[in-house]
């Protein structure tokens, strides 16, 4: 089976856990991979058009979608909403990954275009996102999550 193919949705303030999960992939003591569907670089334009345009491109690469949830991710709009409205219409499986340690979703930090469409909620950590991303599939509503067996299963207490 292929790498999953995957676009990574974040708040600008969240980019260092993005870097993270590279620095994961790049690891060879981490059993973690992805096909990354996000920009190469950074596009150094101001216009909201064509960076939108850019990044639709992307997402329509990809079948997964991960949102990383911090503290400020419900209340971004612009790009944030945006991508994950972008990734339901193609209907990429949305994964949401809470940057709280919080293995369920959280209303006081979760995006609402991600609630209730059937997405997994996971914490963040490259042993339970590799895991949804190569077992979970979509549901047609609510939020999902993995009991506490499947965590312990893959180390993680």
């Given at each position: 089976m292929g790498l999953p193919r995957t676009f990574v949705g974040f708040s600008s303030t969240?980019?260092?856990?993005?870097?993270?999960?590279q620095a994961w992939k790049k690891n060879t003591n981490i059993d973690f991979n992805f096909t990354d569907c996000q920009l190469a670089q950074e596009i150094g334009s101001e216009?909201?058009?064509?960076?939108?345009?850019?990044?639709?491109e992307?997402?329509?690469?990809?079948?997964?979608?991960?949102q990383?949830?911090?503290?400020?991710?419900?209340?971004?709009y612009k790009y944030v909403r945006w991508e994950a409205e972008v990734a339901l219409e193609k209907s990429c499986t949305i994964i949401g990954v809470n940057l709280d340690k919080s293995r369920q979703m959280v209303e006081e930090t979760c995006p609402p275009v991600i609630r209730d469409v059937g997405a997994i909620f996971v914490s963040f950590s490259p042993y339970i996102i590799k895991y949804a991303l190569e077992n979970y599939e979509m549901h047609d509503s609510?939020?999902?999550?993995?009991?506490?067996?499947?965590?312990?299963?893959?180390?993680?207490?």
């Open positions: 969240d980019i260092h856990y993005y870097w993270l999960m216009d909201e058009a064509y960076i939108k345009r850019r990044c639709r992307r997402i329509n690469m990809a079948g997964k979608f991960i990383l949830i911090g503290e400020d991710t419900r209340w971004k609510g939020n999902d999550y993995y009991r506490d067996s499947v965590y312990k299963s893959l180390g993680l207490s």
